[in-house]
């Protein structure tokens, strides 16, 4: 059984110094601009000094047309340089290694929030999204490029590339999503090409000590499990990247619809083989014993999302405690605001069915 709390050395950057990686988490708590505010800044830094061996920024976009939700960190322009430079600072300083998590929304980009229609692959009728261009195509993927070298420029350890949820970069590998018939669709091989062109554009442009990881998605999104294994397989042996964070949803259910064996997603990805790459996962993992059983399933580190929310110390908290369970559910705002959940990110977690508990 591997240790929770024994550190993880990368390929590239500091090692963790424990397994525990904060999820990318939407907090909508940034300025109209994109620029860092102080309540995002309390947020993510708080985290850090609770102990997490990695601490990420929430989807940070890439291209102002690429916005997908109100209040969203921007790393598209020089003007968000003071913002990100301060945070890396304060996270640095706690001794986490840390992460700016790059994103483009794609045809989920609101018509309303960046005034224009959003822009997919192809044309897409369901997001009113229009079918990009070659020339856009490659302004976006060097917009990933770009945010990954202002990340550098303002300290930070490195960058995750988000290929889940249905964003951009999912949108490509997508068979469903993915109707162009040049370079960039049709095969896997081309789907994936989006994807493995930043991967190296980032190393050839960012210095050899910075820290790459990509993040998908196993499944939903118009997602194969096959095609997302076979993807998996190979950036767990591609030297480019140091890590791959699964984002399952559910680590600890079958797969839907496919024959896996009697496995769960968790142990599909941990039986993965893997060179220098790491791989973790998110999904579930709640308390101290689905830590310890997801890393027995084959991951090297956990993904904590919910967790981390409840508890800003939660690597401390299960260190101290292996059955550690986080506070029941719903929780007083009183809770989250103590644990530096600004206005934004509360007004957000209200959404959530069953997380913040009504006023008496």
Known sequence: ??????????????????????????????????????????????????????????????????????GQLGIFGDKHLGGLSRLAAGLNKAGTHSVVQLHHAGMRSPRDLIGEAPHCPSANEEFGARAMSLEEVKASRDAFIAGAKRAEKAGFHGVELHGAHGYLICQFLSAEVNQRTDEYGGSFENRARFLYECIEGVRAECGKDFSLGVRLSPERFG??????????????????IDYLDMSLWDSFKAPMGAAA??????????????????????????????????????????????????????PMKVAADPGFQPIALPVPEAHLKAEGLGPAFLTYMKTWKGFVAEPA
Not at 224 to 233: Q, R, V, W
């Open 223 to 240: 997602m194969d499990l096959s095609e997302i294994l076979g993807l998996a397989g190979a950036l767990l042996k591609d030297d480019r």
């Open 261 to 314: 064996g009697g496995k769960t997603l968790v142990e599909l990805f941990g039986a993965l083989a893997r060179g220098r790459t790491r791989l973790g996962a998110a999904g579930k993992i709640l308390t101290g014993a689905d830590c310890q059983r997801a890393m027995d399933a084959g991951l090297d580190f956990v993904v904590i999302g919910r967790g981390a929310i409840l508890h800003h110390d939660f």
């Open 1 to 70: 059984m591997t240790s929770l709390t024994s550190p993880l050395s990368l390929p590239r950057g500091p090692a963790m110094k424990n397994r525990f990686m904060l999820a990318p988490l939407t907090n909508l708590q940034s300025h109209a601009d994109g620029v860092l505010s102080d309540d995002e800044y309390r947020w993510l830094t708080k985290r850090a000094e609770g102990g997490f061996g990695v601490t990420m920024t929430c989807a940070a976009h890439v291209q102002a047309k690429g916005q997908g939700f109100p």
